[in-house]
């Protein structure tokens, strides 16, 4: 069965400091692989999306990054956080095709 | 445009009552519809999804759903809800081959 792996589930980092956001999945080969950030009482914004190692397509111009080094594994980085990147980060893998998302277990990040 | 509305930021019912929540879509073909459901500080779980056929869907925890593409809606019911389905829940549409587009959703709290 396939599973997703999203780490860490919290994290408290100061405004200019750098993010890595580490997602993989297990199971499956060449997942279409997202990243989506919540913010308080908002929907779910999508950031990112990759389908294939190294095609990544933004979403929205932002201060973040990501990347694909390896076909399950997706990462989401800024080299210097705002106080705005705070929210609730998921990250999601489906099969190629509308299949529906499985989504991660999520990172709480809050920029002080 | 592709857009998913959801109408009622927050629900409240009694344990044991009906539930409906609605969903609107704009989308110009054939969409692809989803429910998903969010506990408190967790990822996302497919609740159900239609692709075509019947228009009635069955999900988990007892959860249905009817597409009705003449007014454009894919609202979530279940008879009779129990307290542990207090949660948030948001529709999606695929809005093409790798992208989703996802309500604002809806916060159900349930009265004991």
């Known amino acids: 069965s396939q599973t997703i792996h999203q780490w860490p589930a919290t994290l408290v980092q100061p405004v200019g400091s750098p993010l890595s956001l580490e997602c993989t999945v297990e199971g499956t080969s060449n997942p279409n692989l997202y990243w989506y950030r919540q913010a308080a009482g908002r929907g779910l914004q999508l950031l990112f999306y990759s389908i294939g190692i190294d095609q990544i397509s933004s979403e929205v111009p932002q201060n973040l990054s990501a990347s694909r080094p390896q076909d399950r594994q997706f990462i989401l980085s800024s080299k210097k956080l705002l106080l705005s990147d705070s929210g609730f980060y998921l990250c999601?893998?489906?099969?190629?095709?509308?299949?529906?998302?499985?989504f991660g277990s999520g990172t709480r990040l809050t920029v002080v | 445009a592709q857009s998913v509305t959801q109408p009622d930021i927050h629900i409240t019912v009694s344990e044991g009552a009906s539930l409906e929540l609605r969903c609107n879509y704009s989308?110009?073909?054939?969409?692809?519809l989803f429910w998903y459901v969010q506990s408190p500080g967790q990822g996302l779980q497919l609740l159900l999804k239609?692709?075509?056929?019947?228009?009635l869907v069955q999900g988990i925890k007892g959860f249905e759903a009817e597409f009705k593409r003449s007014q454009s809606s894919f609202n979530l019911r279940k008879p009779s809800v129990h307290w542990s389905d207090a949660a948030e829940y948001f529709c999606a549409v695929g809005a093409g081959t790798y992208k989703y587009i996802f309500g604002t959703g809806t916060r159900l709290k349930v009265l004991a």
């Open positions: 239609y692709f075509s056929g019947d228009t």
């Open positions: 999601a893998w489906s099969r190629q095709g509308n299949y529906g998302y499985t």
């Open positions: 989308y110009g073909a054939t969409p692809y």
